[in-house]
């Protein structure tokens, strides 16, 4: 799966005085039906995409499907599969931010109302990057409630998993052969001298969290005090434990230049730039989840060259073959975004309106040096990678296909294996 994404984050800053909608600011709004014109042009099929759930959830069973609507029904026409994308960094008003225990039951009827209006819909990230949302919004005190402690941390950590726990399922209720691409960002954490072992180890514990929840995968147990200390319970941990449905899940997993970090010795970080990289990173992870990759993420800005992210396309790249090549069950690639970004150079913490040169397009629709060379990585490898992975096929069925008898009779296959599990007493 070659895919792109239209990069949608919506947190606010500034004490909730401000939303920072990307889409927005991006242009997406106006220009949607171009920004679709130019997937079909880099020869995609599959985008990250998702409505602003700050627009279409309005309260409680209360939804505006307008711009979905049409966004939606152009994609289904021309036969673009969505990874659809829920919730990415913000909530709306009416739900405050993710200290408000609500919002992991308010956002499962969300995505059934969704998954009931779109039932041609099969692959889902319910809620993007959930360890950066918490870490961004819980403890740096960049976005929404802006909290700077272990405990809004947690509290944050383990409503946003909820929430994606609860959202699968809940589509699942719709349409049971669904596909859910986690989109979480993959990190580690370098000890820079002697008495930053400690710390170091702290933070390569805690970058697990999420996805250990979102899996039903015991933490270790230094992290179990950790989050027992900090507001969660036993009830809500075995809740995460009981209601695993990582057997629906690919890994989705993103890598950026900022991923790795230096930890000195008293706890502080900083970015590191490439040490490992994204081969060594993935198998990590991999060993710890043993579940199909995708990666789901990566960009670099373009610099006075003009070839950084030419290059850095080909490093990741090359990263992805590598770890394909070695034995992990890898079905995709992903650059992020479709078009340049805006204020991403200050992580979204102020609006100053300044243009992130990350995308395979400038914001004039203008193709950028490496949307040319992803076009021509597509042409030159996506026919030629299906022939080498017979042994690994996502069951995925096109927009267009899902009227069509064999799709009915997978999903039937799929509403029966579903029952199955429930009976069993597994997965919620």
């Known amino acids: 799966m070659f895919a792109t994404g239209i990069e949608n984050s919506i947190p606010k800053i500034k004490g909730g005085r401000i939303r920072v909608d990307q889409m927005e600011s991006c242009g997406h709004y106006r220009h949607w039906r171009k920004d679709f014109d130019l997937v079909e042009e880099m020869g995609l099929r599959f985008l990250r995409y998702g409505p602003p759930i700050h627009t279409s959830l309005l309260g409680p069973d209360h939804y505006d499907w307008e711009f979905a609507d049409v966004t939606f029904a152009e994609l289904r026409r021309r036969d673009i599969v969505p990874i659809v994308d829920l919730c990415h960094f913000g909530v709306p008003d009416w ?30 990230t319910p809620v993007n990057e959930m360890f950066i949302c918490a870490q961004f919004s819980g403890k740096y005190g960049w976005w929404n409630e802006e909290g700077t402690t272990d405990l ?10 909820k929430a994606n726990v609860r959202a699968m399922q809940e589509i699942l209720k719709v349409r049971a052969d669904a596909i859910f691409i986690q989109s979480e960002s993959s990190e580690y954490f370098h000890a820079e001298n002697p008495a930053a072992i400690k710390p170091a180890e702290i933070e390569n514990a805690k970058r697990f969290l999420s996805l250990d929840l979102n899996y039903g995968h015991r933490v270790d147990s230094e992290m179990y005090e950790y989050l027992m200390d900090n507001g969660m319970t036993r009830e809500e941990y075995h809740f995460f434990l009981g209601n695993s449905l990582h057997h629906h899940c690919i890994l989705g997993n993103d890598y950026y230049w900022t991923n790795e970090h230096r930890v000195a010795a008293d706890g502080g970080s900083r970015a590191s730039g490439e040490i490992f990289g994204y081969c060594e990173i993935t198998r990590q992870y991999y060993n710890r989840y043993r579940l199909p990759v995708m990666h789901t993420e990566t960009n670099i800005a373009e610099g006075p060259n003009g070839d950084e ?25 992903t650059w992020y975004s479709l078009t340049d970004q805006m204020d991403w150079d200050t992580g979204l913490r102020e609006n100053n309106g300044r243009v992130h ?39 995925i069925l096109m927009p267009s296909e899902y009227e069509e008898p064999v799709a009915e009779r997978h999903r039937a296959e799929a509403r029966t294996l579903r029952e199955v599990e429930l009976a069993s007493g597994e997965s919620g």
């Open 95 to 124: 739900l405050g931010d993710f200290q408000n225990p609500d919002f992991p039951e308010q956002f499962a009827r969300y995505a059934a109302a969704f998954a009931r209006r779109f039932p041609w819909v099969q692959l889902y």
């Open 152 to 161: 809004t941390f947690v509290t944050a950590l383990k409503h946003i998993v």
């Open 309 to 333: 992210a030419v290059n850095w396309l080909w490093k990741e790249w090359a990263n992805v073959l590598r770890v394909r090549n070695d034995g992990v069950p890898t079905v995709g690639f």
């Open 357 to 395: 040169p990350v995308g395979l397009y400038d914001l004039n629709r203008e193709i950028r040096p490496v949307g040319r060379s992803y076009k021509q990585l597509i042409a030159d490898w996506g026919e030629v990678l299906p022939t080498q992975s017979v042994c690994l096929s996502v069951p």
